[in-house]
């Protein structure tokens, strides 16, 4: 069965320094890695308010073990970080001393064909993290959208070079018929593109349409301020980014907040897994983990 492991827990760990008694927010439940930390770490009687946007890792996470020892100490909620001020005001949560978000996907999402995240096993081009939302599948988007805007989204939110040539070649394909399923996407864009480097022609076309398809930059340039404003004083925000876009919004944001005095960055430059850790976990290669605090 598939897991997903933590990344840069013990950083995220060290870094919230999280005491007994305290409320804390996991803004991205996952597999409930962080959510279990945080439990043990504000034990006995301290509570976590755990969110995901995928009602399917709410429920997993429900029925483990230590999700149904934790009682009362452990809220689970479905639903976006990006209304993380309004969760926190309808159940009632105390200011909390710390909020964490992972982005992305977990491991499980990934594995699961039926999501469309992956490109290595053939699947609905879905990608929408929460699949009970009712925005546009990948499949829909990549229907609606003018070869000049399908362009536009692989270039920036794919950073992908051979964008114009993948764009015309979805364009050109849908013609005859629609591109509903993973691999057709995948055989389109190794056709279409010429084949260098280590990584699948289709990973940057894949995060492009998973970016897209979830709003996640637009979520995330919403959220961090609501962090900001929910998070008690002299309480910490953490978030794991997992490419360049996502880590610019986040230095960004945080710079800003500290030219304005409502706190400071605890990490100037962002902290990276260790050797190690990458080697155990590939998945961690590309994380950045920057903490911000605000004025007590
Ligand atoms: C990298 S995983 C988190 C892993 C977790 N830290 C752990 O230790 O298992 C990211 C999770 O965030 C969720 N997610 C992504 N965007 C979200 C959003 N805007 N609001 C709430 N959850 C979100 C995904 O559904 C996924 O389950």
């Given at each position: 069965?598939a897991t997903?492991?933590?990344?840069?827990?013990r950083?995220?760990?060290?870094?919230?320094?999280?005491?007994?008694?305290?409320?804390?927010?996991d803004?991205?439940?996952?597999?409930?890695?962080?959510?279990?930390?945080?439990?043990?770490?504000?034990?006995?009687?301290?509570r976590?308010?755990?969110?995901?946007c995928?009602p399917g890792?709410?429920?997993?996470?429900?029925?483990f073990?230590?999700?149904?020892e934790?009682?009362?100490?452990l809220?689970?909620?479905?639903?976006?970080?990006?209304?993380?001020?309004?969760?926190?005001?309808?159940?009632?949560?105390?200011s909390p001393?710390?909020?964490?978000?992972d982005?992305?996907?977990?491991?499980?999402?990934?594995?699961?064909?039926?999501?469309?995240?992956?490109?290595?096993?053939?699947?609905?081009?879905?990608?929408?993290?929460?699949?009970?939302?009712e925005?546009?599948?990948?499949?829909?988007?990549?229907?609606?959208?003018?070869?000049?805007?399908?362009?536009?989204?692989?270039r920036?939110?794919g950073?992908?070079?051979?964008?114009?040539?993948?764009?015309?070649?979805?364009?050109?394909?849908?013609?005859?018929?629609?591109?509903?399923?993973t691999?057709?996407?995948?055989?389109?864009?190794?056709?279409?593109?010429?084949?260098?480097?280590?990584?699948?022609?289709?990973?940057?076309?894949?995060?492009?349409?998973?970016?897209?398809v979830?709003?996640?930059?637009?979520?995330?340039?919403?959220?961090?301020?609501?962090?900001?404003?929910?998070?008690?004083?002299?309480?910490?925000?953490?978030?794991?980014?997992?490419?360049s876009?996502?880590?610019?919004?986040?230095?960004?944001?945080?710079?800003?907040?500290?030219e304005?005095?409502?706190?400071?960055?605890?990490?100037?430059?962002?902290?990276?897994?260790?050797g190690?850790?990458?080697?155990?976990?590939?998945?961690?290669r590309?994380?950045?983990?920057?903490?911000?605090?605000?004025?007590?």
């Amino acid at each position: 069965m598939a897991t997903h492991v933590p990344v840069l827990l013990r950083e995220v760990m060290e870094m919230l320094d999280v005491q007994a008694g305290d409320s804390i927010i996991d803004a991205t439940l996952g597999g409930g890695g962080y959510t279990n930390a945080l439990l043990t770490a504000v034990a006995p009687h301290g509570r976590v308010l755990a969110l995901d946007c995928d009602p399917g890792a709410i429920e997993r996470v429900r029925s483990f073990d230590w999700a149904i020892e934790a009682g009362a100490r452990l809220q689970l909620e479905h639903g976006s970080f990006g209304d993380v001020q309004h969760i926190v005001e309808a159940q009632n949560f105390p200011s909390p001393a710390a909020i964490v978000a992972d982005l992305g996907w977990s491991s499980l999402q990934l594995a699961d064909s039926r999501r469309g995240f992956s490109f290595q096993d053939d699947g609905p081009l879905d990608m929408r993290l929460d699949p009970t939302s009712e925005h546009p599948t990948a499949a829909q988007l990549l229907k609606m959208q003018s070869e000049q805007e399908l362009e536009t989204m692989i270039r920036t939110l794919g950073e992908e070079r051979h964008a114009p040539r993948i764009a015309r070649a979805i364009v050109s394909k849908r013609q005859s018929a629609p591109i509903v399923t993973t691999k057709a996407l995948a055989d389109l864009i190794t056709e279409a593109t010429p084949r260098r480097g280590k990584i699948h022609p289709a990973t940057r076309t894949f995060q492009a349409l998973r970016i897209a398809v979830n709003d996640e930059l637009g979520v995330l340039q919403q959220a961090i301020p609501e962090m900001l404003s929910v998070v008690r004083s002299g309480g910490r925000i953490a978030i794991v980014s997992f490419h360049s876009l996502e880590d610019r919004i986040v230095k960004r944001i945080f710079r800003s907040a500290e030219e304005r005095g409502i706190g400071t960055r605890v990490t100037k430059r962002p902290l990276r897994p260790s050797g190690e850790e990458i080697t155990n976990n590939p998945r961690s290669r590309s994380a950045r983990l920057r903490v911000f605090e605000t004025t007590s």
